[in-house]
């Protein structure tokens, strides 16, 4: 594992211990050299957790839409920023650069990245390690939800091993290294597109 892709809020949130976590991830992982890929932002918690990853002497991988970049919150900081044509690009770009991910506390944009990796796990398109850092219980309602997905049949029993689950930043990091991927998928029928 050299790259890590982290899906986080293009905003601060409400608890300071969100900022607090971005920065200890992004030095984190730079201590342990591993490079950081993300949406390529300097804003809310994405600028945090690059800003951090560069001042401890980490590689920063940036990702993000000519559109956004237009708008002015590309971080000009990063090791390495790819401007990419579309939104549906930069997840396939981050994708393909990372070794595993870890979301962090966001909005609707995390919340879609998280669950396009989750399913690409689910479906066997990848076998990389995914966390969800849930720093102040934030993810407890969505983690309740995938509960209830598998509760209800809507997902394999199996697929409760899609997500790391860890509150704190380096055992996150540690259970990255350690945790084996949930298998891929059993269908039952073969599959024909």
Known sequence: MKKICVFCGSRFGKSPSYRVAARALGEAMAKRGLALVYGGGNVGLMGEIADAALAAGGEVIGVIPDFLMKKEVGHGGCTELHVVDSM????????????????MPGGFGTFDELFEIVTWGQLGV????????????????????????????????????????????????????????????????????
């Open 88 to 103: 549906h690009t930069r997840k396939a770009k981050m994708a393909e650069l990372a070794d595993a991910f870890v979301a």
């Open 126 to 193: 990848h076998a990389k390690p995914i966390g969800l850092l849930n720093i102040e219980r934030y993810f407890d309602p969505l983690i309740h939800m995938v509960e209830h997905t598998i509760d209800e049949d809507f997902a394999r029993e199996d697929n409760r091993g899609l997500l790391i689950v860890r509150d704190e930043v380096e055992a996150m990091l540690d259970a990255l290294k350690t945790t084996p991927v949930a298998p891929g998928p059993k269908w039952d029928q073969p599959v024909t597109c």
